[in-house]
T-cell receptor, first 115, second 113 residues
Framework: ETGVTQTPRHLVMGMTNKKSLKCEQHLGHNAMYWYKQSAKKPLELMFVYSLEERVENNSVPSRFSPECPNSSHLFLHLHTLQPEDSALYLC??????????????FGNGTRLTVT | QKEVEQNSGPLSVPEGAIASLNCTYSDRVSQSFFWYRQYSGKSPELIMSIYSNGDKEDGRFTAQLNKASQYVSLLIRDSQPSDSATYLCAVTHAGAGSYQLTFGKGTKLSVIP
């Protein structure tokens, strides 16, 4: 299997639930990202990990908790979400930007609905 | 705040015509520029990257960069209905190793058969 794989593809959860999104990349990349895509808004960077170290955290509420156990896997743990958190959550990976040309490769996303 | 601006469209062009998509950015020292295509319900996919002033061609796609004007564009020649999608412009901020890639809201392109 190649590319960036995300599971689940769709998730419906109540505001009191706890769930996790999973991402796996098979591209040999060093950096992994979580983005949020809401209707009529630009893609918003949430977290970046490089070599399993978190290097960016863009003022994301604590109800979103990332985890990167190794350079191929990334999780987003969800807890006590709000309806406005409903969106498409995209995982991406890239080579370390310090190495030059490092475009993002995206997974297919998880469509999250918070009820 | 670093911004990337795109006309949201929809931009409608007839099949076989040239589609011209434009993007401006606010960070004067931005270094890398990307165009992503996103079909409805799908994730973005990279179609072009450009790093220096001028034109870069790849098949029917041409990216154009003018750093002095802080402007990057994407031309699609011989547009096909399969090109109908939202096109996202993305720009990296200055600084080696910067992970910040700022996206525009995207331009929706519709190619009419």
């Amino acid at each position: 299997e190649t590319g960036v794989t995300q599971t689940p593809r769709h998730l419906v959860m109540g505001m009191t639930n706890k769930k996790s999104l999973k991402c796996e990349q098979h591209l040999g990349h060093n950096a992994m990202y979580w983005y949020k895509q809401s209707a009529k808004k630009p893609l918003e960077l949430m977290f970046v990990y490089s070599l399993e170290e978190r290097v960016e955290n863009n003022s994301v509420p604590s109800r979103f908790s990332p985890e990167c156990p190794n350079s191929s896997h990334l999780f987003l743990h969800l807890h006590t979400l709000q309806p406005e958190d409903s969106a498409l959550y995209l995982c991406a990976s890239s080579h370390d930007p310090g190495q030059g040309d490092s475009p993002l490769h995206f997974g297919n996303g998880t469509r999250l609905t918070v009820t | 705040q670093k911004e990337v601006e795109q006309n949201s469209g929809p931009l409608s062009v007839p099949e076989g015509a040239i589609a011209s998509l434009n993007c401006t950015y606010s960070d004067r020292v931005s270094q890398s520029f990307f165009w992503y295509r996103q079909y409805s319900g799908k994730s973005p996919e990279l179609i072009m990257s450009i790093y220096s002033n001028g034109d870069k061609e790849d098949g029917r796609f041409t990216a154009q960069l003018n750093k002095a004007s802080q402007y990057v564009s994407l031309l699609i020649r011989d547009s096909q209905p399969s090109d109908s999608a939202t096109y996202l412009c993305a720009v990296t901020h200055a600084g080696a190793g910067s992970y910040q890639l700022t996206f525009g809201k995207g331009t929706k392109l519709s190619v009419i058969p």
